[in-house]
């Protein structure tokens, strides 16, 4: 039998390219990857550790871990950890099972200097309700002599004493973490959980969003109904893809909701941000795979007369992961590009595309078992020597898509207006071809007193590449008044991209009117967690922006509701007495409208040194939308001064719209840094600050230099446009980490609008959708 190869990896845990068989990997002392499978019984607190066998040539005859092993090359992680636990212990769990905790670099030389161990180990936990009866476990002789339960803390100190029944490890150092973690789990306090989790929900304000449906025809409020229900199924999709155990989490969740008042906090909690990492908090965990759902798989180990089986928890990550469930959880950016680099044009166009998925071939067999939700995949992988492949959204959530097509078909036969019907019954046939072209044309020339928007759009969840589109949904009634005022702004567009304050050699030629609607909203879904949209610039796809332009759609009634439970109570903290007055609805309106107007404008497509055409999107990847929201929001304000100037509009809101704006930042930052819109309003508020066009006060309040403001607002309007225009990465990454951080001031702000809790965003309600699913 040959001997098993491993990955070589450097110092730091990259892969070579080289492997290596086992024997001279330890001989050499070469750093490589392990797995540590820990087996944690909730009940009893208790961990399964295995008896070594004699015969293994490192700590033989000690207690260890439950199950372990090394990666053999070119495997992922999560597959040798299924595959040593099922040969080691005889214990099948589906993937889901395994919560990765963290990596542990262990580094030791043993028998006399023959065995030399430096390994990065993946660490996981599987966490199970009950003990597995001891006889139901089927033993690797050559490898395991024994198995036994012992108390976690109980087996700490074994480890703290050195212990010589115990292959050793430092609790006090790295692997301390598991204990803490565990302990963390066991000893929850549910007083302090609910307050912590009241003081959470506490930073958003609950308002109710609705508007009066006397205007729609009947047959188009039939329609209605339909379509609030396909907007439900798009909700299904998108906790699919935000992690492929959070639906699980979801409908485990609201089932005990009524359990405790913890429970009821939890759930309330997790429907705001629709996954258990808190998008206020930089997405930090307030849910742990403790509080997650429990399987019951008979079949997981032999069967013993009167057990039913093994129960476990559905584990998810404490780390948000940046992929969500759009890659691999353990690829990473080498793997995909050499992946990449061996496919054909078209096969690039579909990996790297807004509407695919990437999974591995390896991992086939434990994605089947995942969900009932989903197609299986596995039925007809393509031919090719790579682990990874894609698949496109039209297969992958066929289950779902189906189900939204048949609605909207049903809705567009019923609808009135024509340009609607033929928005919905295109928009139904690209969910299930994956074309999303002439539906998209469709959504920009829609023209229709119900105003809908459904589909995947927006890539923020994709935080590795900012390739993938998550799945959204809003709909709501047409503002005829406010869409008819706006017309001046989409009607400029071509105006301000000729006067943009960049070289002529990176502005867009072909810039197109952009339409404008405003909404009264009723229903949103999908990727609306955490704070609330209040406009939207779409379509993305940059061959339609550089065909057709983009449309906005505004949310007039969401923005409301900002301004009087948020913004105002913010300026009342942050801004000057004296500028105060200043901060008014209409320039907080009017700034939004010329934010979503300033998407539209500026590089898309552009054309690289090598003289190769690409897109701002791509070349930027992960570091592309905190750029482009901050371009939207400082090149908006400059496109405000420069139609005041041309006397588009009125000289009396200079002053109120630069107040309004740096109230505004206060706003957007308390979003958190990791999210794209906090990301860039940190960028634009520090360097306005830096630049003395915004003034920090004695009484740690704030105001605008009016003279210094124009031309702050200039300056980096020209360096964020010049940075996309040329597609250059490094020059982004540069310009977010030196402004991108809470500086002393700023930190100020932000503490004071904690202490007098002032809400972060709002939570909105739709009881008219409600009534219509009834």
């Known amino acids: 039998m040959a001997e098993e190869h491993f990955d070589v990896l450097t110092k730091s845990g990259e892969k070579t390219g080289v492997s290596k068989p086992r024997g001279e990997i330890h001989r050499d002392g070469d750093y490589h990857r392990a797995v540590h499978v820990w087996i944690f019984v909730e009940s009893t607190q208790q961990l399964l550790l295995q008896l070594r066998s004699d015969n293994k040539d490192s700590w033989p005859g000690q207690w260890d871990i439950s199950s372990a092993g090394h990666i053999s090359a070119g495997d992922p992680s999560i597959i040798s950890a299924h595959r040593e636990l099922e040969e080691e212990l005889g214990v099948k769990l589906p993937k889901e099972a395994f919560e990765k905790i963290f990596v542990f ?26 003990p597995i009866p001891l006889e139901a476990f089927t033993l690797q002789k050559e490898e395991v002599s024994a198995v036994k339960y012992i108390p976690y803390e109980e087996y700490r100190n074994f480890l703290a004493k050195e212990d010589p029944a115990y292959v050793p490890y430092d609790v006090n150092g790295e692997y301390g973490k598991l204990f803490d973690i565990i302990r963390q789990r066991c000893q929850v306090n549910s ?31 039939k329609a209605l109904g339909l379509i609030v229900k396909a907007a439900k199924v798009i909700d299904d999709i998108f906790y699919e893809q935000v992690w492929h155990s959070n639906p699980a989490l ?55 007369a009167g057990w039913k089986g093994l129960e476990y928890r559905a584990a998810f990550p404490l780390t948000k992961p940046p992929g969500a469930n759009f890659y691999p959880p353990d690829m990473d950016k080498t793997e995909f590009t050499l992946w990449l680099n061996s496919l054909t044009e078209e096969q690039k166009h579909a990996a790297t595309g807004f509407f695919s998925i990437i999974k591995r071939r390896s991992e086939a067999s434990l994605d089947a078992s ?7 995949s596995t039925k007809k992988l393509p031919d090719s020597n ?8 039209s297969e992958i959530y066929r289950p779902f898509l189906a189900k939204v097509s048949e609605l909207l078909h049903k809705a567009g036969d019923l609808v009135t207006s024509q340009s609607l019907k033929k928005l919905l019954h295109s928009k139904a046939e690209a969910f299930l071809s994956n074309d999303y072209y002439e539906s998209d044309i469709a959504w920009m020339d829609l023209d229709s007193k119900l105003d809908i928007t459904i589909g995947p759009y927006e890539t923020y969840e994709d935080e590795i590449f900012g390739y993938k589109a998550s799945f959204e949904a809003f709909i709501g009634i047409r503002d005829d008044k406010a869409t008819s005022d706006l017309k001046l702004f989409g009607n400029n567009l071509k105006l301000l991209e000729d006067n943009l304050p960049l070289d002529s050699v990176y502005k867009s030629k072909d810039v197109s009117a952009a339409p404008i609607r405003v909404i009264q909203l009723i229903y949103n879904s999908g990727d609306v967690k955490g704070p609330q949209t209040v406009a939207y610039n779409l379509p993305n796809d940059e061959k339609i922006v550089k065909d057709r332009g983009t449309s906005m759609v505004m949310l007039k009634n969401v923005q409301e509701a900002k301004f009087e439970h948020i913004l105002k109570p913010i300026a009342e903290i942050t801004i000057s007495k004296e500028q105060r007055g200043l901060v008014d609805f209409d320039s907080f309106f009017t700034h939004t409208i010329c934010h979503e107007c300033c998407h539209g404008i500026g590089p898309h497509t552009i054309t690289l040194p090598d003289g190769q055409t690409s897109t701002v999107r791509k070349e930027l990847q992960d570091v592309h939308s905190a750029m482009e929201e901050a371009k939207a929001d400082i090149v908006g304000l400059w496109a405000l001064k420069f139609l005041i100037t041309k006397g588009l509009l009125s000289e009396s809101m200079v002053e109120s719209m630069y107040v309004s704006f740096l109230a505004g930042c206060f706003r957007s930052i308390r979003f958190g840094l990791t999210e794209a819109h906090g990301k860039g309003q940190a960028l634009q508020f520090n360097w306005l600050y ?7 006060h004695e009484d740690s309040t704030f105001s605008v230099d009016f003279a210094k403001i124009e031309g702050a607002v200039e300056s980096l309007s020209r360096e964020i446009l010049t940075i996309q225009g040329r597609g250059d990465k490094n020059a982004a990454t540069l310009l977010l980490n030196k402004y991108c951080t809470i500086t002393g001031p700023l930190k100020t702000a932000l503490e004071n609008l904690e202490s007098v809790k002032v809400p972060v965003d709002i939570s909105p309600t739709f009881p008219l959708a409600d009534a219509l699913m009834n």
């Open 370 to 376: 995942l969900s009932d939700h989903l197609t299986n």
């Open 191 to 221: 007083e302090a959980r609910s307050l912590s989790l009241q003081k959470q929900l506490q930073r958003y304000s609950p308002v109710t969003l609705e508007a009066k449906l006397t205007e729609l025809p009947e047959a188009d409020q």
């Open 690 to 696: 830096e630049k003395g066009a915004f003034v920090f």
């Open 250 to 304: 979801r409908d485990w969740l609201k089932e005990h909701a009524n359990a405790s008042e913890v429970d009821k906090l939890k759930w309330e909690y997790f429907l705001i941000n629709k996954s258990p990492w808190s998008s206020l908090d930089e997405n930090e965990p307030f849910l742990t795979t403790a509080d997650s759902a429990v399987k019951l798989v008979p079949e997981a180990t032999k069967s013993i």
């Open 105 to 130: 670099l262990q580094e030791c030389v043993i028998n006399d200097g023959k065995f030399i161990n430096n390994e990065f180990n993946d660490v996981y936990l599987v966490t199970i309700l009950h």
């Open 386 to 393: 790579s682990d990874l492949y894609s698949i496109p959204y």
